[in-house]
Nanobody
Framework: VQLQACGGGLVQAGGSLRLSCVAS????????MGWFRQAPGKEREFVAV????????YYGDSVKGRFTISRDNAKNTVYLQMNSLKSEDTAVYYC???????????????WGQGTQVTVSS
């Protein structure tokens, strides 16, 4: 599956952004989708993951209560709604696909190109 992420940009602290990731291929509806991020000089960080049917979702501790992952299988799209953004959320955000729900990047076999999110304080 090929993934294309978009929706990043510059936002003030406290603001919101919604990222989208469109997938190509017939297998989208049966795969888990996740979001990861990487800030300059830091390791890649798990953000959120959602099961193939949207019935289960998990979040990284730093985004719990502020970010929401969702998906629309009819549109082959997964979303990441980001609210109450903080300067520490600044990073390149990547969407990824996995055959099973997981929080480690090593289980994700397909990755999008990344979209930059910058939060100004």
């Amino acid at each position: 599956v090929q993934l294309q992420a978009c929706g990043g940009g510059l936002v003030q602290a406290g603001g919101s952004l919604r990222l989208s990731c469109v997938a190509s291929g017939r297998t989208f509806s049966v795969i888990s989708m996740g979001w990861f991020r990487q800030a300059p000089g830091k390791e890649r960080e798990f953000v959120a993951v959602i099961s193939w049917d949207g019935g289960s979702a998990y979040y990284g501790d730093s985004v719990k209560g502020r970010f929401t992952i969702s998906r629309d299988n009819a549109k082959n799209t997964v979303y990441l709604q980001m609210n109450s953004l903080k300067s520490e959320d600044t990073a390149v955000y990547y969407c990824a696909a996995s055959n099973s729900i997981a929080i480690s990047g090593k289980y994700f076999r397909s990755w999008g190109q990344g979209t930059q999110v910058t939060v100004s304080s």
